[in-house]
């Protein structure tokens, strides 16, 4: 029998709207999985955004999955709803890109993405194909800037820090990946650096040097 991870999560402002509460997303995912003939197994994020990927259930989640498939025990991730699991089309993307590089399937049930269909995964494809565009404006709009600073004789340094979740997340792969698994992990994740851009292992390293000076 396949076997999903529900995962729920509600953030604190969220916690007493019935329509978005933790009972109504098991509902609505046990529902699915009872139609598919799914069995549940449930992660919980009470009391948090999703402004970043950094929670401390649904990293537990992607380190259940993103093991060798012969160690996994569990087939995949389900959400009843996209903003559960992150409301960056940039983050949904990056995991939907490690769900297909482990084969795993990563199910959004109010949008029609469920990776383990034909009809789902195209779903999924156009949304990633809107997170690659939406990465490259930024990209532009980033080097625009720097440009016509230079241009106008000022010096830009970064465009912005780092947000916090990042920083703690960077530190963590960093404690048991390489360089360039690090970067792999954090563009899969979703994470970007502090200009907007995906990762490279020059990055991580320089990053990395930087927080341990302040």
């Known amino acids: 029998m396949t076997t999903m991870i529900g995962y729920l999560r509600v953030s604190t402002e ?27 197994v449930w992660h919980e994020d009470a ?9 401390p259930q649904l990293q537990a989640a992607l380190d259940r999955l993103n093991v060798a498939a012969k160690r996994r025990d569990v087939d995949g991730i389900v959400v009843a ?26 199910v959004a049930i109010d949008l029609g993405v469920d990776t383990s269909s034909p009809t789902g995964e195209l779903v999924a494809n156009v949304m990633m194909s809107v997170a690659q565009w939406e990465r490259r404006v930024i990209g532009e709009r980033t080097s625009a800037a720097m440009q016509a600073a230079k241009r106008a004789g000022r010096h830009m ?3 912005s820090a780092l947000p916090q979740a990042t920083v703690e997340r960077l530190l963590a792969l960093r404690a048991t990946h390489t360089l360039a698994g690090t ?32």
């Open 81 to 106: 709803k996209l903003d559960r699991l992150s409301r960056s089309v940039v983050d949904f993307a990056g995991v939907l890109e490690l769900a297909r590089a482990r084969k795993w399937a990563l």
């Open 47 to 55: 009391g948090l955004s999703a402004k970043s990927l950094a929670r």
């Open 157 to 159: 340094g970064r465009v």
């Open 183 to 214: 970067a792999d992990a954090l563009n899969a994740e979703g994470f970007t650096t502090a200009s907007g851009v995906a990762w490279s292992a020059n990055a991580v390293g320089k990053s990395c040097a930087r927080i341990t000076k302040r």
């Open 14 to 40: 969220e916690q007493a709207n019935s329509g978005l509460g933790l009972e109504a997303q098991r509902d609505t995912i046990q529902r699915y999985a009872d139609a598919h003939g799914w069995q549940v």
